[in-house]
């Protein structure tokens, strides 16, 4: 891959790799030890990475979106909601991520995995025996893995006691799930399993398509990285 695409957290359009990782960890640790200041600094991070490429631009309205948004996350945090609105992040990430890949297994539409093969490695990778196939079968395990994901967390967000949904609604929760185990799964559980369940499947790509070259696990890591934004925006053809 040419230098000019390489990813770079100075530049505007990339995110630095401290500030991701000290995400889960603020959340974790605000959901664990009760601390809503933690929780608030978690949402605030988090917002800031969304929109960290119009930040690094200095983008008037991206500050003023952000500030704001920080001050509803402070407005939250004083009426002790901060971490009820922070447990709701996984969630809705696993959903949209499950609809991002769900939807392009549309009769006509190319499926997200090979768009991510044509725009890593070209799109001649996806002509290859088996490749095409392998690429919807693996959409469509992610879209599933994803959904199910989603449901889950929904169901242990509602069961936790105490300060589940079921719980504040005043319903006695039909699988009583210690706080501390839900957080502990929400908040960096389910990040681990999706990171492991990455790795395992690209194990298995290499033994059941070891008929064909493969990119190694960092640079594919590395290419794909680089090339998630172009890809949410539909431009997936490879530099």
Request: glycine content about 8%; hydrophobic content about 60%; some cysteine.
């Amino acid at each position: 891959m040419h230098a000019h695409v390489m990813s770079d957290p100075r530049r505007p359009g990339g995110r630095p790799l401290p500030l991701l990782l000290a995400y889960p960890l603020l959340a974790l640790a605000g959901a664990v030890w009760h601390r809503q200041w933690l929780s608030l600094a978690a949402l605030a991070l988090l917002l800031g990475l969304l929109l960290w490429p119009a930040l690094r631009a200095r983008r008037p309205g991206a500050w003023l979106l952000w500030m704001g948004l920080s001050g509803a996350m402070a407005w939250l945090a004083a009426r002790g909601l901060a971490a009820l609105a922070l447990d709701a992040v996984p969630l809705l990430l696993n959903l949209l991520l499950a609809w991002v890949f769900g939807r392009t297994l549309h009769v006509g539409r190319q499926p997200l995995v090979a768009q991510f093969i044509e725009a890593i490695e070209g799109a001649p990778r996806l002509s290859m025996p088996g490749i095409a196939r392998y690429a919807r079968q693996l959409t469509a395990f992610w879209a599933v893995l994803l959904a199910v994901q989603a449901l889950v967390l929904g169901a242990l967000l509602s069961c936790q006691v105490p300060g589940g949904l079921l719980a504040r609604l005043g319903v006695a929760s039909p699988w009583p799930v210690p706080q501390d185990w839900v957080q502990a799964y929400v908040h960096l559980g389910a990040y681990l399993l999706l990171a492991a369940v990455f790795v395992l499947e690209y194990l298995f790509r290499r033994w059941h398509l070891r008929h064909l070259p493969h990119l190694g696990l960092y640079a594919l890591m590395h290419r794909l990285a680089v090339r998630w934004p172009q890809l949410i925006r539909g431009r997936n053809r490879a530099p």
